[in-house]
């Protein structure tokens, strides 16, 4: 599965900050762990209703980086 889909990267993760996907890769790939990311979008912040999304979309991230 490819990530970096522009209709994937507008999907916002996060509803109560408003964090769309394509901003947390940004994050990530500027070396950002979850908790950075956390406090530098609002993402997790909130609800913490998209907590698993997010892990699981970093844990993807992070294998992608491997290949």
């Known amino acids: 599965m490819t990530v970096q889909n522009d209709n994937l990267d507008n999907e916002v993760m996060c509803t109560c900050s408003g964090t769309t996907r394509g901003k947390i890769k940004k994050l990530f790939d500027e070396g950002m762990d ?4 956390s406090n530098w979008s609002g993402a997790l912040s909130g609800c913490g209703g998209c907590e698993w999304d997010v892990e699981q979309y970093l844990n993807e991230l992070a294998e992608q980086q491997k290949q």
Request: charged share 25%; aromatic share 0%; no cysteine.
């Open 34 to 37: 979850m908790e950075a990311i």
